[in-house]
């Protein structure tokens, strides 16, 4: 268990780099095992799912070493396609790892995934598109069970909700299919079009990502060796610069793509910041003062990101006005505003809306993380209330931030993380 510590009021001043992006580098780590090569990973954040991904990858057989923000995966030889549900539970992307051994080995054995609560999360479109390209997918006792018996076969998927993992799922199949696939109403994520850069790069035809349509012509010429820098984080981008609207400051963010995350810049734009973008980099100044934006709606992207959602309502939390959010994507993702409310944030939620009233001062408290975006939302919310708050986390921040007590204190807040088993 850990415990943030901080004590609020700081502004935020200063500049720093955003680190690599969680969702885009763990679906891309399991497309490595789809061709017998080495891949050279760059950008790679140091989080604890990356660590449970290379645990997978070690316990599929292939060789992984880590140095500083570099991982090289060396999986010219699969020894198994079965991954135990001690690793399987810890993070939701290991769903992914389906479509990859498939694709590499004709099967799969593995658990239901882990990941955050945030109400149900099925995987019944993963399993859909798989069994629509020839899979064979038993479910038994919490487990999977696949096969191919005749080999993979192209195929004509349109997924009824535009979901992420599925898209990533499906795509990754389909490299190792005969003949076309198309996947209609795919995902638009940023992250799809990173994974299709790294699919082409490993030899295969996929073209369409970031469009509705993702079309794979199956088949590889994988080289011997693969090279790939992974994409700045948009939602760690999102939580630092909501932490410099709510505490007030100046801080410039570098190593961004903000036209991935342009959704969240006009909301807080709404709020009264004043936001400079330009290529690469975005700055943000916020006199603390925050008035309601226009509501906050969820949705796939190019919509407003679900994972930022927690994060704005944190920063609104002192808005003037009453400002609204509306969950589109998950059914449970408010659970962290009662833990807000320990801060006198005063927020009402029914159903998929959360309405959050603006209160003139937040005050420090003893809070918990219930997930990885609420964990940080708490964070944003401390850092802008007065005295001290405690949030005991048993690890879920860290899960998605990457040494995110330094890079917190390089901008100027109080802030520590401790292990309550430490010494
Ligand atoms: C990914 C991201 C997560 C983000 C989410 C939405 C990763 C590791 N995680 O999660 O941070 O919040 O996209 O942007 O990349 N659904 C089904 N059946 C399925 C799959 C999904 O009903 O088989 C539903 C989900 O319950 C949810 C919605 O579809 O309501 C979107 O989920 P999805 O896009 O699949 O999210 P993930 O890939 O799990």
Same mark, same amino acid.
């Given at each position: 268990?850990?415990?943030?510590?901080?004590?609020?009021?700081?502004?935020?001043?200063?500049?720093?780099?955003?680190?690599?992006?969680?969702?885009?580098?763990?679906?891309?780590?399991?497309?490595?095992? %789809?061709?017998?090569?080495?891949?050279?990973?760059?950008?790679?954040?140091?989080?604890?799912?990356?660590?449970?991904?290379?645990?997978?990858?070690?316990?599929?057989?292939?060789?992984?070493?880590?140095?500083?923000?570099?991982?090289?995966?060396?999986?010219?030889?699969?020894?198994?396609?079965?991954?135990?549900?001690?690793?399987?539970?810890?993070?939701?992307?290991?769903?992914?790892?389906?479509?990859?051994? %498939?694709? *590499?080995?004709?099967?799969?054995?593995?658990?239901?995934?882990?990941?955050?609560?945030?109400?149900?999360?099925?995987?019944?479109?993963?399993?859909?598109?798989?069994?629509?390209?020839?899979? !064979?997918?038993?479910?038994?006792?919490?487990?999977?069970?696949? &096969?191919?018996?005749?080999?993979?076969? +192209?195929?004509?998927?349109?997924?009824?909700?535009?979901?992420?993992?599925?898209?990533?799922?499906?795509?990754?199949?389909?490299?190792?299919?005969?003949?076309?696939?198309?996947?209609?109403?795919?995902?638009?994520?940023?992250?799809?079009?990173?994974?299709?850069?790294?699919?082409?790069? %490993?030899?295969? #035809?996929?073209?369409?990502?970031?469009?509705?349509?993702?079309?794979? !012509?199956? +088949?590889?010429?994988?080289? =011997? !060796?693969? +090279?790939?820098?992974?994409?700045?984080?948009?939602?760690?981008?999102?939580?630092?610069?909501?932490?410099?609207?709510?505490? +007030?400051?100046?801080?410039?963010?570098?190593?961004?793509?903000?036209?991935?995350?342009?959704?969240?810049?006009?909301?807080? &734009?709404?709020?009264?910041?004043?936001?400079? &973008?330009?290529?690469?980099?975005?700055?943000?100044?916020? #006199?603390?003062?925050?008035?309601?934006?226009?509501?906050?709606?969820?949705?796939?992207?190019?919509?407003?990101?679900?994972?930022?959602?927690?994060?704005?309502?944190?920063?609104?939390?002192?808005?003037?006005?009453? &400002?609204?959010?509306?969950?589109?994507?998950?059914?449970?993702?408010? !659970?962290?505003?009662?833990?807000?409310?320990? %801060?006198?944030?005063?927020?009402?939620?029914?159903?998929?809306?959360?309405?959050?009233?603006?209160?003139?001062?937040?005050?420090?408290?003893?809070?918990?993380?219930?997930?990885?975006?609420?964990?940080?939302?708490?964070?944003?919310?401390?850092?802008?209330?007065?005295?001290?708050?405690?949030?005991?986390?048993?690890?879920?921040? =860290?899960?998605?931030? =990457? *040494?995110? #007590? =330094?890079?917190?204190?390089?901008?100027?807040?109080?802030?520590?993380?401790?292990?309550?088993?430490?010494?």
């Amino acid at each position: 268990m850990s415990v943030w510590h901080i004590a609020g009021g700081n502004r935020l001043e200063g500049s720093t780099t955003v680190q690599g992006a969680k969702n885009a580098v763990l679906p891309i780590m399991a497309a490595s095992v %789809l061709a017998p090569c080495e891949t050279e990973l760059l950008n790679v954040p140091m989080l604890r799912d990356v660590d449970t991904t290379i645990r997978i990858l070690r316990g599929l057989g292939c060789s992984v070493e880590r140095a500083g923000d570099s991982v090289n995966i060396d999986s010219g030889y699969i020894a198994r396609a079965e991954i135990p549900h001690s690793l399987m539970r810890e993070l939701r992307s290991s769903v992914i790892f389906l479509g990859a051994l %498939l694709a *590499r080995c004709g099967s799969a054995r593995l658990s239901m995934p882990g990941g955050c609560e945030l109400g149900p999360r099925p995987i019944d479109l993963h399993l859909m598109a798989l069994r629509a390209l020839g899979a !064979r997918i038993e479910e038994s006792g919490g487990e999977l069970i696949c &096969s191919t018996p005749g080999g993979l076969k +192209g195929a004509a998927i349109a997924l009824p909700l535009p979901s992420v993992g599925a898209t990533e799922n499906a795509m990754l199949a389909a490299c190792a299919a005969e003949g076309e696939t198309v996947i209609m109403n795919a995902a638009r994520e940023p992250e799809i079009a990173e994974l299709q850069a790294f699919l082409v790069k %490993l030899g295969a #035809d996929v073209s369409g990502a970031g469009s509705a349509t993702v079309t794979v !012509r199956g +088949g590889f010429a994988a080289p =011997e !060796r693969v +090279g790939h820098r992974i994409m700045p984080d948009r939602i760690v981008s999102a939580t630092l610069l909501a932490a410099c609207a709510a505490a +007030g400051g100046e801080i410039e963010l570098r190593g961004v793509e903000p036209r991935h995350f342009s959704t969240v810049l006009h909301s807080l &734009s709404e709020c009264g910041c004043d936001i400079m &973008s330009n290529g690469a980099s975005v700055a943000l100044r916020s #006199d603390g003062n925050l008035k309601a934006p226009m509501p906050v709606i969820t949705g796939p992207y190019p919509g407003f990101p679900t994972d930022a959602q927690p994060l704005m309502l944190a920063a609104c939390l002192k808005a003037r006005g009453t &400002s609204v959010f509306v969950e589109n994507v998950f059914q449970n993702r408010f !659970r962290f505003t009662e833990e807000l409310q320990r %801060l006198g944030a005063r927020i009402h939620t029914e159903g998929r809306v959360a309405v959050v009233t603006g209160v003139a001062r937040l005050h420090g408290a003893p809070a918990v993380a219930t997930d990885l975006r609420g964990g940080a939302a708490l964070i944003i919310a401390a850092l802008a209330a007065e005295g001290e708050t405690d949030i005991l986390d048993s690890g879920h921040v =860290e899960r998605g931030y =990457e *040494r995110f #007590d =330094e890079c917190l204190r390089s901008l100027g807040a109080d802030i520590t993380l401790t292990d309550t088993k430490g010494p």
